[in-house]
């Protein structure tokens, strides 16, 4: 079984600041179906990264990924106020026939 | 511009049933594998289930195995979720979403189930 391991739980920063959220992976996954999503209290999640590095359409450049095997990593360069959600990746495996997300991570204002 | 509309929520006893439904439209359905994903109150995102466009292939979390059926009307542009058997623990708030290459890429706005 897959688990996907996000820290840290809870990121507090300023607007302008940079926030670097990690994913783990507890087995070595292709980075091809590695995903982030972003979730605003009240709304569906928004895709904002596949392929682990690849910017979803319309999601601003200020976002990044990247990462290979077990360890992902997610950007965003300077944070604006839009920008503090809560933010999950997920891993879909055809070998294990299921999509994993990871438990998020919750970017507050400090 | 993409909508998934879900519908069919509700309350419901232990041990019921419910049927969930999902509408899609501005993209040609019939070509695209869509799922359901489930998030409780205060938790975070679990995928529930997933099929292909060509119905060959369906998945399913080990959570909801043997009581959920996920199922697609290509002509309608819909899919659902039947649920049986549910628990309190089923409770949350039910999304539909499109998938390919293994993202999700859209999303509806959920429709909230709540066994009590």
């Known amino acids: 079984e897959l688990i996907l391991t996000q820290s840290p739980g809870t990121l507090s920063l300023s607007p302008g600041e940079r926030a670097t959220l990690s994913c783990r992976a507890s087995q070595s996954v292709s980075s091809y179906y590695l995903g982030w999503y972003q979730q605003k209290p009240g709304q569906a999640p928004r895709l904002l990264m596949n392929?682990?590095?690849t910017r979803a359409t319309g999601i601003p450049d200020r976002f990044s990924g990247s990462g290979s095997g077990t360890d992902f990593s997610l950007t965003i360069s300077r944070l604006e106020p839009e920008d503090f959600a809560v933010y999950y990746c997920?891993?879909?495996?055809?070998?294990?026939?299921?999509?994993?997300f990871g438990p998020g991570t919750k970017v507050e204002i400090k | 511009e993409v909508q998934l509309v879900e519908s069919g929520g509700g309350f419901v006893l232990p041990g019921g049933s419910l049927r969930l439904s999902c509408a899609a439209s501005g993209f040609t359905f019939s070509v695209y594998s869509m799922n359901w994903v489930r998030q409780a109150p205060g938790k975070g995102l679990e995928w529930v289930s997933y099929i292909t466009s060509d119905i060959n292939t369906i998945y399913y979390a080990d959570s909801v195995e043997g009581r959920f059926t996920i199922t697609r009307d290509n002509v309608e542009g819909s899919v659902f979720l039947q649920m049986h058997s549910l628990r309190d623990e089923d409770t949350a708030v039910y999304y539909c979403?499109?998938?390919?290459?293994?993202?999700?890429?859209?999303w509806g706005q959920g429709t909230l189930v709540t066994v009590s």
């Open positions: 997920q891993h879909f495996g055809f070998s294990l026939s299921k999509f994993t």
């Open positions: 979403a499109r998938s390919t290459e293994g993202k999700l890429d859209y």
């Open positions: 392929g682990a590095s």
